[in-house]
């Protein structure tokens, strides 16, 4: 049997309303949760239950789709649907999963869903064959290429990408940094660290050396960094 993913819709058009329903309505792996008109309620069902996906408009009452979005801490995976282009940009920015136009078409929609649900059977990790992505700054997108990411930190709503070059800055969550990258090759050694693996020099008690920077290791996670960036690696004199 399918494993259902569970969803809500948000948009202050009805007639926009029910065409999602309809088209969730016919894919069999979609479970509809809930639908809301405005961000508001959506943030109050939110607190209630969890979803995989949520279909966010952008252009609504009260609170835009784009802020609400930047407003929750542990956001579901996301599928922006809008009458508006110029947003696309913010939207993959706050790391969307896709960015329908309306009016959306169902081959459209479908395969929206599709990538969505490969991505989570795929526990959220970017596909090891992804060897870059591209973050927003200074009003363009820049290519970082992950083989030169050599760890992430994490400061209030902000990551900052450390990669052999140089330092970019993007507004988003450790969680959402963490879901897109490799786990053979990247884990998370502190509340606000992310490290590539490749590119520990040294382990000492609870840091971690990448050239002349020194990485904090939280005491949860010491177990797992000893196994994985010493491992059977550690050679003893005799």
């Given at each position: 049997m399918t494993k259902k993913l569970t969803c809500i819709l948000v948009d202050d058009e009805p007639l926009a309303r029910e065409g999602l329903e309809a088209y969730i309505e016919r894919v069999d792996f979609l479970e509809l949760k809930g639908k809301y008109k405005n961000a508001v309620e959506a943030?109050?069902?939110?607190?209630?239950?969890?979803?995989?996906?949520?279909?966010?408009?952008?252009?609504?009452?009260?609170?835009?789709?784009?802020?609400?979005?930047?407003?929750?801490?542990?956001?579901?995976?996301?599928?922006?649907?809008?009458?508006?282009?110029?947003?696309?940009?913010?939207?993959?920015?706050?790391?969307?999963?896709?960015?329908?136009?309306?009016?959306?078409?169902?081959?459209?929609?479908?395969?929206?869903?599709?990538?969505?649900?490969?991505?989570?059977?795929?526990?959220?990790?970017t596909d090891s064959s992804t060897d870059h992505f591209y973050v927003k700054e200074d009003g363009k997108m820049v290519k970082v290429l992950v083989a030169e990411i050599r760890w992430i930190e994490g400061v209030k709503d902000y990551i900052f990408i450390h990669t052999n070059t140089k330092r970019h800055m993007v507004l988003t969550s450790m969680k959402s940094a963490e879901e897109k990258l490799n786990p053979k090759e990247f884990m998370r050694v502190h509340r606000?660290?992310?490290?590539?693996?490749?590119?520990?020099d040294a382990l000492e008690g609870n840091t971690l050396h990448i050239g002349k920077h020194r990485i904090p290791v939280s005491k949860?996670?010491?177990?797992?960094?000893?196994?994985?960036?010493?491992?059977?690696?550690l050679w003893r004199r005799e």
């Amino acid at each position: 049997m399918t494993k259902k993913l569970t969803c809500i819709l948000v948009d202050d058009e009805p007639l926009a309303r029910e065409g999602l329903e309809a088209y969730i309505e016919r894919v069999d792996f979609l479970e509809l949760k809930g639908k809301y008109k405005n961000a508001v309620e959506a943030s109050s069902a939110l607190q209630e239950q969890s979803v995989d996906l949520m279909f966010l408009d952008i252009n609504m009452p009260l609170l835009s789709g784009i802020d609400f979005l930047r407003d929750l801490s542990h956001p579901p995976r996301v599928i922006f649907t809008t009458a508006y282009r110029e947003f696309a940009l913010e939207g993959f920015e706050l790391q969307a999963e896709d960015y329908l136009l309306k009016p959306i078409s169902f081959p459209r929609f479908l395969k929206a869903v599709n990538k969505v649900r490969e991505s989570l059977a795929g526990n959220g990790h970017t596909d090891s064959s992804t060897d870059h992505f591209y973050v927003k700054e200074d009003g363009k997108m820049v290519k970082v290429l992950v083989a030169e990411i050599r760890w992430i930190e994490g400061v209030k709503d902000y990551i900052f990408i450390h990669t052999n070059t140089k330092r970019h800055m993007v507004l988003t969550s450790m969680k959402s940094a963490e879901e897109k990258l490799n786990p053979k090759e990247f884990m998370r050694v502190h509340r606000s660290h992310i490290i590539n693996l490749r590119c520990v020099d040294a382990l000492e008690g609870n840091t971690l050396h990448i050239g002349k920077h020194r990485i904090p290791v939280s005491k949860q996670y010491r177990p797992e960094v000893l196994n994985r960036v010493v491992g059977n690696k550690l050679w003893r004199r005799e």
